[in-house]
């Protein structure tokens, strides 16, 4: 009869319950049959899965992981852990849910979800080359993370990045032929939502379809600006040739933009790919909303030498709450929230924390340090003769008429702009002219002759100039994120510390010179009137770099905070199996594990750090 009104109870919460009653008045003959009950239990009752708004509701079970930070990372590692059912997961989000968070779910509207509560807030300090400008800093602050407010494009970089990765650190299964099985796993490469013919848009050979996250090239494609931009690659080759598909490991040269949006036309996150419903009602799954993460805490019980830690400090309505993980804590709270997490714990540079009066537990310098990001310019157009025709869009931007239609056609049937967030359907990578190596004392930030300097974004969204974005896509600059105060849900003091390294102003200069060089392809070169202000009047290199410091801004890839370093080095935050060095039961797992920066969008690299992690994980505890 128990079994029965399990099945028919009205709510998962209300057959939650039941078991949970069950489960205190358990005898020794009955615990294997409850476990069975509840497993079908969660097989048969359609449910949204075990997600708790609060802590509130959270059931006091045995933790077998803790992971802090339900984003790009946190949400793989939930996901691939509780594939094993001996592992009992809690996931914990500072932010609310994605399901039903529209401004994330449909691509054309990425760009309202600044300054939401979707979005962490942050700025950063003044920065010295950015003539001491402060900027925006936008992070996920939802379920997904970043991966569920990003730009959606779907880069890998370079293989010589991640070799670069496994010779700094001493590990090769860092390499990119050793990530290959994790690169496709994460991967489920799809027709676009329009259904066009995508043959010579892509190298099928190099993606897959089986994997978790759905991808693809653009479903809303621009039929009078591709031709031209293709023609550049015809006319002019060498740095812009054609290529069929820079996620193939080789970047360089121009193809179509492929991006986190899969064949039904809607953003592609971690949430949505690792933490469907199926996902979620695992039983092992626990998934903690609107909390977090402010401390990890000293725990007793080592059989080592080493500081034990399995343990974490939530901030919530009721004031602190601790809770503890049998085998480990997980911080996957990203390139700002995990540095903030340690030492906000009294891990990090012994100076900083007690100039601030937090205790120390662990001295490393390293804590924070090493902040990189894409420096990038969104603004770098040739103003046109003969205006390019791209349709009845050309003023979505700036017509909330057009913007509700488009939303309209979205919920519709999938169709229009707002199936894509690009509305430049090509990327180029391009290199700096090897003569800026020579006699200038520069040495080379990128990883190796086929890494890329620059990104290029093209297209002609306004129909009206021929738009030419750069991103400096191999800084040399480092800079770093610090705590305000001891308070852990202050703000933190971040500082990408843009232009301090001379050779990133002068790659930027040169990308400048890059966008030159391309519209000056006989396909375009006749149309253009001039670089539109303020590029007009900057003629000499010291007029280009005065404008680059007063307009830059980045591409939101920040990483490096917590890299990784060979095993028993006296520098870096992690081991190359990302445990944190000198202490037991913690590791760190996101972009703040990356030593150097690909040339590429960094949500792609987040996913297949995070499944070889979860490998990592699963391998030391099996």
Not at 200 to 220: C, E, R
Not at 413 to 423: I, M
Not at 505 to 528: W, Y
């Amino acid at each position: 009869m128990l079994f029965i009104f399990v099945l028919l109870s009205r709510s998962l919460r209300e057959s939650r319950d039941v078991i949970s009653c069950w489960n205190t008045h358990a005898t020794s003959s009955t615990i294997l049959l409850r476990h069975a009950i509840e497993r079908i239990v969660w097989c048969l009752i359609p449910s949204r899965g075990i997600v708790h708004d609060s802590l509130n509701n959270l059931p006091q079970l045995d933790w077998d992981f803790i992971i802090a930070g339900g984003g790009t990372a946190g949400s793989v590692l939930a996901s691939r852990l509780t594939e094993n059912s001996r592992f009992n997961v809690l996931l914990i989000e500072a932010g609310p849910t994605n399901e039903g968070a529209l401004l994330s779910i449909v691509p054309g509207l990425q760009a309202k979800l600044a300054h939401t509560a979707y979005d962490w807030n942050y700025t950063t300090v003044n920065i010295p080359g950015y003539n001491n400008r402060s900027i925006d800093y936008q992070r996920g602050h939802i379920l997904g993370g970043s991966s569920s407010v990003n730009g959606m494009v779907f880069t890998r970089g370079a293989a010589s990045d991640y070799d670069r990765w496994a010779r700094v650190t001493g590990d090769p299964g860092w390499t990119w032929d050793r990530l290959q099985p994790y690169i496709k796993r994460h991967e489920k490469f799809q027709p676009p939502v329009d259904d066009h013919n995508i043959s010579g848009q892509y190298n099928p050979d190099v993606h897959s379809t089986t994997g978790m996250v759905p991808t693809s090239v653009s479903g809303f494609l621009h039929p009078s600006v591709d031709p031209i931009t293709l023609g550049v690659t015809q006319q002019l080759g060498g740095e812009f040739k054609y290529n069929l598909d820079f996620n193939s490991g080789t970047p360089l040269g121009v193809g179509w933009v492929q991006a986190t949006i899969g064949h039904d036309g809607t953003r592609s996150s971690a949430a949505t790919s690792y933490l469907t419903s199926r996902i979620q009602a695992r039983p092992n799954l626990h998934i903690v909303l609107n909390t977090i993460v402010t401390r990890v805490l000293k725990t007793s019980g080592s059989h080592t030498n080493k500081l034990t830690i399995r343990s974490v400090e939530v901030h919530s309505d009721n004031g602190p709450f601790t809770l503890t993980a049998s085998k480990e804590v997980i911080l996957a709270s990203g390139s700002i929230g995990s540095p903030r997490i340690l030492m906000s714990s009294g891990i990090g540079d012994r100076n900083d924390l007690e100039e601030l009066g937090i205790p120390v537990i662990l001295d490393n310098p390293s804590v924070g340090r090493n902040l990189s990001d894409h420096p990038s310019l969104n603004n770098v157009t040739f103003a046109l003769k003969t205006p390019v025709d791209v349709g009845p869009w050309v003023n979505l931007d700036s017509d909330p008429q057009l913007q509700a239609k488009a939303l309209d056609l979205w919920q519709a049937n999938r169709t229009g702009p707002f199936t894509a967030l690009v509305r430049d359907d090509h990327l180029g990578w391009v290199r700096v002219p090897q003569s800026i190596f020579q006699g200038t004392g520069f040495q080379d930030p990128s990883s190796g002759p086929t890494a890329a300097h620059i990104e290029m974004l093209i297209g002609a969204p306004t129909g009206s100039s021929w738009d030419t974005r750069i991103r400096l896509s191999s800084p040399a600059s480092r800079g770093y994120m610090k705590l305000r105060s001891s308070n852990p849900l202050d703000p933190p003091l971040i500082n990408p510390n843009f232009f301090s390294d001379p050779f990133d102003i002068v790659g930027m200069r040169e990308g400048i010179k890059t966008c030159k060089r391309f519209v000056s392809a006989p396909i375009l070169r006749n149309n253009i009137i001039q670089m539109n202000p303020p590029w007009t009047n900057a003629s000499t290199d010291d007029e280009i770099e005065q404008v680059i410091r007063g307009l830059a801004v980045t591409a939101w890839h920040p990483i490096g905070t917590a890299a990784m370093s060979p095993k028993g080095a006296n520098w870096g935050v992690l081991d190359p199996d990302l445990r944190v060095k000198g202490v037991e039961g913690l590791r760190v797992i996101d972009a703040s594990i990356m030593p150097y920066i690909p040339c590429a969008h960094t949500q792609t690299a987040v996913y297949f750090i995070a499944e070889r992690a979860a490998d990592l994980v699963k391998a030391a505890w099996d």
